[in-house]
């Protein structure tokens, strides 16, 4: 079936560095893929929108320049914190659905914990 | 804006009795509705999705009711296992972009004890 990969899955990085996320579409084509962002017990909050060979839509509240979102082929979409701050650190997770093969049901990647030091 | 609570927050059950998570939401024009299970640091599984025209999806021990006019849904798990000790979070699609768009609750933890 469909699977989305998400890589790293645990990364460490110095205060004030940038650290990247892949999140890839193994056997499928996403034009459209989904970041959310989760801080210790509390829920999957959508972050932006990233689309294929555009601009992404940010949530309201989220910072576009410091979170940058390229999505430059049909089956890997990245997310660059920039300028990362201890309070960046959270779990990240990318979404992406098959709409070919498996109707509406949304496939998410394993997810990234990001700790900033 | 679309809210999405759930309740309990957390569940301690033994091993066999069967379960209800309860979901809510406060606008009734979804796309449709998802349950997943995320297991501690993991990402999340999907269990069942419910389209707005349906009232109910089932798999295994599993049954998702929906009822989009209340704004309700409910997970119910048969015969709880160990196994099943996770976080449950159910998700409301928006409409519009092809319900690719979630709005998540704050989940449920569930522990199962033997």
């Known amino acids: 079936g469909a699977v989305v990969s998400q890589h790293p899955s645990w990364v460490i990085c110095k205060s004030g560095t940038s650290v990247k996320i892949e999140c890839r579409s193994l056997?499928?084509?996403?034009?459209?893929m989904f970041w959310y962002r989760q801080f210790p017990k509390q829920s999957l909050m959508l972050m932006a929108t990233s689309n294929e060979g555009s601009k992404a839509t940010y949530e309201q509240g989220v910072e576009k320049d410091k979170f940058l979102i390229n999505h430059a082929s049909l089956t890997l979409s990245t997310l660059t914190v920039t300028s990362a701050h201890p309070e960046d650190s959270s779990f990240y997770i990318c979404s992406a659905r098959d709409p070919v093969h498996s109707g509406n049901t949304i496939y998410f990647g394993e997810g990234s914990w990001l700790t900033v030091v | 804006k679309q809210e999405v609570t759930q309740i309990p927050a957390a569940l301690s059950v033994p091993e066999g009795e069967n379960l209800v998570l309860n979901c809510s939401f406060t606008?009734?024009?979804?796309?449709?509705l998802q349950w997943f299970r995320q297991d501690p640091g993991k990402g999340l599984t999907s269990l069942l999705l419910i389209q707005s025209s349906q009232r109910e999806q089932t798999s295994g021990r599993l049954n998702a009711s929906l009822d989009k006019s209340s704004g309700r849904s409910t997970l119910y798990i048969a015969a709880s296992q160990p196994g099943d000790s996770a976080t449950y979070l159910c998700?409301?699609?928006?409409?519009?972009?092809?319900?690719?768009?979630?709005?998540f609750g704050g989940g449920t933890r569930l522990m199962v004890k033997p």
């Open positions: 606008d009734s024009a979804i796309y449709n």
């Open positions: 056997d499928f084509q996403a034009t459209t």
């Open positions: 998700a409301v699609a928006r409409l519009g972009n092809a319900g690719n768009m979630l709005t």
